[in-house]
């Protein structure tokens, strides 16, 4: 079992930045492939980033590539997502995730999930 817990959300203006936290409990979780998922209203459910066990490499959909970065901190069983340039089509509630099967942008590859953060960003 792993317990995972988001923090960080908030509402931002449009360009601004925001740093979501996932703190990981339960199995090692330096054993996790750890991701980021986001949810609008109304929408399904979509990949932001991923991160291998290490955090030595990572992945990011097209539309966040370039403004947002996760890492990890094993010592801490943290996994980190900073966005910056914000928009309002960030808008969402962002899901942390873990996983053993590896990296992957398939939401069903992850077997623990959080409870989700609101992120609000106004125009």
């Known amino acids: 079992q792993v317990q995972l817990v988001e923090s960080g959300g908030g509402l931002v203006q449009a360009g601004g930045s925001l740093r979501l936290s996932c703190a990981a409990s339960?199995?090692?979780?330096?054993?996790?492939?750890m991701a980021w998922f986001r949810q609008a209203p109304g929408k399904e459910r979509e990949f932001v980033a991923t991160?291998?066990?290490?955090?030595?490499?990572?992945n990011y959909a097209d539309s966040v590539k370039g403004r947002f970065t996760i890492s990890r901190d094993n010592a801490k069983n943290t996994v980190y997502l900073q966005m910056n340039s914000l928009k309002p089509e960030d808008t969402a509630v962002y899901y942390c995730?873990?996983?053993?099967?590896?990296?992957?942008?398939?939401?069903?590859?992850?077997?623990?999930w959080g409870q989700g953060t609101q992120v609000t960003v106004s125009s």
């Open positions: 995730a873990a996983g053993v099967a590896g990296t992957s942008r398939i939401s069903g590859s992850y077997e623990y």
């Open positions: 339960g199995r090692a979780f330096s054993q996790s492939f």
């Open positions: 991160i291998t066990l290490s955090g030595r490499m990572t």
